[in-house]
């Protein structure tokens, strides 16, 4: 895919994403492969404790912004027929090496999630754990998992907590705002020159309402007691511990 075919921020992103793969992202994801419970967020928080995840077995599910799509191997594992999608193609590698040591093989296809070269109503579930739901933007990239989606399909994602993304800044967490929720939409970071998107609850609900999704859920996480500083995240676990750092949503497709 050249960078003709690509916003700007998604090309901006693909770059810090390959030299995240080198210095840390495919050893995690190599990690995160060869483990066999899923669990979910910068903490390791298991599946078992937040029952976040529909029953997948035996359904067609498309991950969005899939990086070295470990998580589709984990929906694999629990009787899913999965396809990854990406921006990034040394993830995608690193996805195709696991696949071929691991056995557990699904389509891989390089794309950005905002404009997949998949049918529509193809699949039973739409996915993103820290892909397009923080990397695309969701006026582009909601429509287009319901595009994908067959009627009463459910779109489930995981993203950075709107009270997170309020108090972080360039030099670590706040226990103070740090920016408006007023017009919060894109995040241009100075640091590593990625961008990211975040809404706020009422204009995220509001947008899945107006695409067609009514909201199930909403599932906040906490840092667990034990939990420490992560080593590649700029995450403060005090902080998450009282305060929610990341959020799931689930919604489902109206027939």
Request: proline share 6%; glycine share 6%; net charge negative.
């Amino acid at each position: 895919m050249s960078k003709s075919e690509l916003p700007e921020y998604a090309v901006r992103n693909r770059e810090s994403w390959t030299k995240s793969n080198e210095e840390h992202a495919r050893e995690q994801g190599i990690r995160a492969w060869r483990q066999e419970k899923v669990d979910w967020g910068v903490y390791g928080i298991p599946e078992s404790e937040v029952r976040a995840l529909p029953d997948v077995a035996g359904k067609d599910v498309v991950e969005l912004g899939c990086g070295t799509a470990y998580f589709s191997a984990w929906l694999a594992r629990r009787g899913a027929r999965p396809v990854g999608v990406d921006v990034t193609p040394a993830q995608l590698e690193t996805a195709r090496s696991m696949q071929a040591e691991t056995g557990i093989e699904f389509p891989l296809i390089e794309a950005n999630a905002e404009d997949v070269p998949l049918p529509d109503d193809s699949f039973d579930l739409a996915f993103s754990e820290y892909g397009a739901s923080i990397w695309c933007d969701p006026y582009k990239w909601i429509p287009e998992a319901a595009r994908l989606l067959r009627p009463r399909g459910e779109l489930l994602f995981l993203r950075n907590s709107t009270l997170s993304m309020l108090c972080v800044d360039l030099d670590g967490w706040h226990e103070s705002l740090r920016r408006p929720q007023r017009g919060l939409h894109r995040l241009d970071w100075e640091d590593d020159g990625t961008t990211e998107f975040q809404l706020g609850h009422g204009d995220l609900f509001r947008l899945l309402r107006e695409t067609g999704f009514d909201v199930l859920n909403l599932i906040e996480l906490y840092a667990p007691e034990s939990a420490e500083n992560h080593p590649y995240y700029a995450t403060d676990a005090e902080w998450a511990k009282r305060w929610p750092v990341e959020e799931i949503w689930h919604a489902r497709l109206r027939a």
